[in-house]
Nanobody
Framework: HVQLVESGGGSVQAGGSLTLSCAASGYTFSSACMGWFRQAPGKEREAVAVIDSDGVTSYADSVKDRFTISKDVDKNILYLEMSNLKSDDTGIYYC?????????????????WGQGTQVTV
């Protein structure tokens, strides 16, 4: 049973920082694609950042140089460090995982999802 549990969301002023965590269980964490996605009110879910089994990362253009995705394989935790936050970053942030050869910035390629955590800027 795959379980993903996000934490770390909250309210922050523009220009501030926040770090999200995602505790994972029930699958081989080290061999999966993992990612952060977000959904703003009235908008479709979009990719923020993904990381593959080798630690190679990809980012949406809107968050490059501001967000950093990382993972702790020993602890099975995925992180998203967010800095210089903007009002457009507001939304529900979801952690997701998938067994894929390539890790895409496409929400519909991920089969396992957490419940989400709210970020308000």
């Amino acid at each position: 049973h795959v379980q993903l549990v996000e934490s770390g969301g909250g309210s922050v002023q523009a220009g501030g920082s926040l770090t999200l965590s995602c505790a994972a269980s029930g699958y081989t964490f080290s061999s999966a694609c993992m990612g952060w996605f977000r959904q703003a009110p009235g908008k479709e879910r979009e990719a923020v950042a993904v990381i593959d089994s080798d630690g190679v990362t990809s980012y949406a253009d809107s968050v490059k140089d501001r967000f950093t995705i990382s993972k702790d394989v020993d602890k099975n935790i995925l992180y998203l460090e967010m800095s210089n936050l903007k009002s457009d970053d507001t939304g529900i942030y979801y952690c997701a995982a998938a067994y894929l050869k390539y890790c895409y910035l496409l929400p519909n390629t991920y089969g396992f999802w957490g419940q989400g955590t709210q970020v308000t800027v």
